[in-house]
Structures are given as C-alpha cells and as structure tokens.
C-alpha cells in the first residue's frame, strides 16, 4: 500500500474476553458465554443426571465459570453422536 492511501478495514465482530477462574456469572452471563438460553440453562440446574452446580443467593442464581467448564466438558462428543446417544439409551435401560 502505498504512503498517504486510506486504508480500508471490515470488522465484521469484536469480541474481548477476560478469562478469571472463580468468577462467579449470573445466568445471563453465562448464557453469553455458553451459548446456551437462559431457560435451557435452568433446565440444566434441575437435570436428575448431570445437574449444573450452582449457588443460589437472595433468590439469584450464579454460576462459578471454572465449574461450568467442567460440568459442560462431560457432554464432549468425539465420533458420530448418534451411536452415543445409543450407547447411553442402553446404560439407561440397564439401570
């Protein structure tokens, strides 16, 4: 490019992320950071099997980011997710 020609810059998104291990997020927070609704993340705090650890505090639900990593890393799929989704149907009905 040559000296004194405008430069042309697109961005189509900007995002800044600040990882601190032990902050705790609100739903919405971590909605944000998960991807997840707020309502399917309720859903979660109720599961019979894998529930999402969580403090409740003054009727506020917050949620440490360090535990959410590890709760969601027990749903890591690796392979065809259907043969999974078998497997677990047949662990279930064992029970």
């Given at each position: 490019m040559g000296e004194g020609r405008?430069?042309?810059?697109?961005?189509?998104?900007?995002?800044?992320?600040?990882?601190?291990?032990?902050?705790?997020l609100s739903l919405r927070g971590l909605s944000g950071y998960s991807g997840l609704s707020p309502r399917?993340?309720?859903d979660f705090l109720r599961d019979p099997l894998h529930?999402?650890?969580?403090?409740?505090?003054?009727?506020?639900?917050?949620?440490?980011?360090?535990?959410?990593?590890?709760?969601?890393h027990q749903f890591r799929q690796v392979g065809d997710a259907q043969i999974q989704a078998t497997v677990d149907d047949l662990l279930r009905r064992l029970r």
């Amino acid at each position: 490019m040559g000296e004194g020609r405008p430069t042309l810059v697109v961005v189509d998104d900007v995002a800044v992320s600040l990882r601190l291990d032990g902050c705790y997020l609100s739903l919405r927070g971590l909605s944000g950071y998960s991807g997840l609704s707020p309502r399917r993340l309720r859903d979660f705090l109720r599961d019979p099997l894998h529930p999402l650890p969580h403090y409740r505090i003054g009727g506020k639900i917050l949620v440490k980011w360090d535990e959410y990593d590890a709760w969601a890393h027990q749903f890591r799929q690796v392979g065809d997710a259907q043969i999974q989704a078998t497997v677990d149907d047949l662990l279930r009905r064992l029970r």
